[in-house]
C-alpha cells in the first residue's frame, strides 16, 4: 500500500513538472516583454506578445501531432520527439538576431512543449476516469500552479543578471531534468494491444467522435473560451501592470498574486469535486464570474477605465478562482466521453480550445488602450458566451 502511495505520488509530482514546462515557458518571458520590444525596436510594444502567441501557435500545431502518435507507438516516444524540438526551439531563442527567429524559436518550443502538455492528460486518462480522474488532474494543477507563481520573479532575476535570451537556458535545463525523469521513472502506460494505427482514417474517425459527443464538444469550446481570457490576461499583464500601474519592481508579487488564486482554487476544487460534481462547479465559477465582472465594469465607468490598484486586484483575485475552479474541471468533463481514444481525443480538445483561445487572447492583448476596459469585457465576454454554450447545447447542465 505505501508503495503504491509512493508510485502515485511520484507519478503526480512528475506529471505535474511537465505539464509545468508550458508554464514556465510563458510565465518567466512576461517581464522581458517591454526589453524584447525595445531591443527589436518594435513599432508597438503590445507586438512583443506575440512572443506569447507564436508559443501558444506551435503547441496547437503540436497537439494534433502527438495525440495520434501517441497512440499509434504509445506514450513515451513522442514525448522524447517533443523534449528534443522544445531544447532546439530554446536554442533558437537563445541565438535569434531578429524578431523573426525569436517567433520561428518560440513557435518550435510550442510545438515540442505541446508533447508533455497533451501526453500527460492521456497518462492520467490511462489509469482513472470520472471524478477520480478529475480529482488528481486538480492536486496536478495545484502543484504546477507554484510554477506561475514564481516564474515571473526568476525570469525578472534572470533577465536583470543574464538578460532576456538567458530565460530559455533556464527553460532548456527545466526540460533536461523533467525529460530525463520521465526517461528514468515513468513506465509505459499504453498497452501494445491497445494501440491504435497511424492513419488519416483513425484521425477523422475520432474527430467524428469528438462532434458526435455533444458534452465532449461543448466543453472544449467552453475551454477555448476561457483560455482566450486566460491568455488575454497574459498578453495585457506587462502593459497593465508596467506601464499603465507604473508597478515593473512589483509586477512578480502582483502576477503571483492571481496565480496563488488559481491554485487555492485547484486544491478547493480537488477536494469538493467528488461531492458537487463537475457541472456544477463550473457553472457556479462562469455565474460568480459574470457578476464579478459586471460589477467591475461599473467600477470602471466611474473610474474611466483606470480604477486604484487596489480594486483592480480585488477583482482579478476572485475573478482567477473563479478561472481556476474551470480548468481542471473543463478538460476532464471534456475528455470524459473519450476514453476509447484518450490521445487523440487530447489532442483534438486541447488543439480545438487553443484555437479558439488564440483570437480572444490576441484581440484582447492588443486592444489595451491604458484602460482596464478590454480585459475586464474580455472576461465578461468569455464568461457569458460559455454559459450560453452550456444553456443552449448541454440540457444536463442546464437542468443542473
Known sequence: MKHAQHQS???????????????????????????????????????????????????????????????????????????????LGSLLCVLADSFAWLLAGRVLQGIGAAAPRIITTALVRDKLKGAEMASVMSVVFSIFIVVPIVAPALGQLVLNLAGWRWIFGVLLAMALVTGICFCLFQEETLAVEKRRALSIANMLAGLKLLFAERTALVYTLVSGLVFGGFMGYLNSAPLLFIQLYQQGDNFALLFALSAMSIGLASVVNGRIVLRMGMRRMILWALWSLVWLSSLFCLLLVKTQGVPSLFWLMTYLIPAFFCIGLLFGNLNSLAMEPLGAIAGLGSAFVACISTLVGIPIGSAIGLSFNNTVYPLNLGFLFMAVTALLLIKLFDRPVAKA
Open 9 to 87: 505520488k511520484g507519478f503526480v509530482l512528475l506529471l505535474a513538472g511537465m505539464m509545468s514546462l508550458v508554464a514556465l515557458s510563458v510565465d518567466a518571458m512576461l517581464p522581458a516583454l517591454v526589453v524584447i520590444a525595445e531591443d527589436f525596436s518594435l513599432s508597438n510594444q503590445a507586438y512583443a506578445q506575440w512572443t506569447i502567441t507564436s508559443l501558444f501557435i506551435g503547441l496547437s500545431i503540436g497537439q494534433l501531432i502527438y495525440g495520434p502518435l501517441s497512440d499509434a507507438f504509445g506514450r513515451k516516444r513522442p514525448i522524447y520527439l517533443g523534449y528534443s524540438l522544445f531544447i
